[in-house]
């Protein structure tokens, strides 16, 4: 006989699970999917929560980071020294400064990850945009011409 201490059930509970087909994830708990819907504008557009308070994104994959607006960072009680921002960033709107921050946690409709970095732009930033700091911890994304379903 085996013996798995005090999380033997949980042991159990995902053997049987993964025979009828359905999983947990290492925490025990279920994944989850969120859907983001395509706006009219053609984009995606996701309110995440950030350290407890919902911010506005742009999910987008081509981002390597999580870029803040220094707006909604500051919303977030994130508010760099002028000299934090030492990051150089090329953007599609060309070069911009930035400051490296870390995030507790990011949630999308329950699809959250924690400790997720991130940038504040400094200037020319008009939206926080989801980049793959986040994107890339998730166990799948995926793209229909309707919308993304990040799955956690």
């Known amino acids: 006989m085996y013996e798995f201490g005090f999380r033997s059930g949980g042991v159990i509970a995902m053997a049987t699970a993964a025979a009828l087909g359905a999983y947990y994830l290492l925490d025990g708990s279920y994944p989850r999917d969120a859907s983001v819907a395509r706006a009219a504008d053609g984009h995606y557009w996701a309110v995440a929560e950030v350290n407890g308070a919902p911010v ?10 999580v870029a803040l607006t220094r ?8 508010e760099p020294a002028p000299e934090d921002f030492r990051r150089e960033v090329l953007t ?4 911009a400064r930035a400051a490296p921050v870390e995030l507790s946690h990011v949630s999308v409709d329950g699809a959250r990850v924690e400790r997720v970095e991130a940038l504040v732009f400094e200037d020319g930033l ?3 945009l989801l ?6 911890r ?3 994304i995926e793209a229909t011409p309707s919308a993304i379903t990040l799955r956690r």
Do not use: I, N
């Open 138 to 140: 998730l166990s799948r």
């Open 71 to 78: 707006h909604d960072a500051a919303r977030l009680g994130l």
């Open 92 to 95: 599609a709107s060309g070069p």
């Open 126 to 128: 008009h939206a926080s």
């Open 131 to 136: 980049g793959m700091s986040y994107l890339g």
């Open 56 to 65: 506005r994104f742009l999910v987008d994959t081509g981002s390597s980071m």
